[in-house]
């Protein structure tokens, strides 16, 4: 654009002039440009520089908002719409990033109990409200840096890197813990229990996306009992190797 408007500028005093054809005929006073010519000359340019730096600046501002819409696209996409927390495409992705860096962790699978009963009793909007309460106690049990999800209706999913079996049965105790009190919303109690199934990478699997079949079969093996429950999953005798009851 400043090139085009110094050509034209150019242009015009040279036909002014008559440059291109009287170029050796013309005088002194003739060739000087005028002070009022040079000022028109410096504004024509300023314009031109102001308009080139709007532009960049728009331009910019248009990237700005792209890349923000695709961010938060791409956020919602691994984000649960009811209570904030991952959603299990974003447990994938992080058993995948896992197990390519061959990173230890453990996987737990956390099922609500009697959470089916408060539906049916209650509807699903209070149990929606129920589910919003559970996720912000669990993000008080799990800790920084670590993926807690829901992965549907009230069951939960946590990857905890880094832990041992000792650490995962303090942080089922914490998650317990956490969800022991009762619930109040709309002006009613509930009390629900969780049942907890865990499984250790490369410890139980080594294969990280089978470790939800674990983790999942050793949470079905504590939905067996009425309290809450932590069971781990043993892939030597294909059945959950230990199990620890801190009541409801």
Request: aromatic share 6%; net charge negative.
């Amino acid at each position: 654009m400043l090139l085009t408007g110094g050509m034209i500028i150019a242009t015009l005093l040279a036909m002014n002039f008559d440059l291109f054809h009287s170029v050796g005929d013309i005088s002194e006073q003739e060739a000087r440009i005028t002070i009022a010519e040079g000022m028109a000359l410096t504004v024509l340019l300023g314009v031109g520089v102001a308009i080139f730096a709007w532009r960049r600046k728009s331009e910019a501002a248009q990237s700005d908002d792209l890349k923000n819409e695709v961010e938060s696209l791409r956020d919602a996409a691994v984000r649960d719409p009811l209570t904030g927390l991952s959603n299990r495409r974003a447990v994938l992705d992080a058993l995948r990033r896992a197990a390519k860096e061959g990173r230890q962790f453990a996987l737990f699978i956390l099922d609500l109990n009697h959470f089916k009963r408060l539906n049916d009793e209650f509807g699903h909007a209070r149990g929606d409200r129920v589910l919003e309460v559970v996720a912000k106690r669990l993000r008080s049990a799990a800790r920084p840096g670590d993926v807690l999800a829901r992965l549907g209706g009230d069951e939960f999913g946590l990857i905890a890197w880094d832990v041992d079996r000792d650490a995962c049965e303090q942080i089922g105790a914490r998650i317990v813990s956490a969800l022991k009190p009762e619930i109040r919303v709309a002006g009613t109690s509930h009390l629900l229990g969780v049942s907890i199934g865990i499984a250790l990478f490369p410890e139980d699997n080594p294969l990280a996306f089978e470790l939800l079949e674990d983790a999942d079969a050793a949470m079905y093996r504590a939905k067996q009992s009425e309290d809450s429950m932590v069971v781990f999953f043993d892939t030597l005798s294909s059945a959950p190797r230990r199990r620890q009851s801190y009541g409801r």
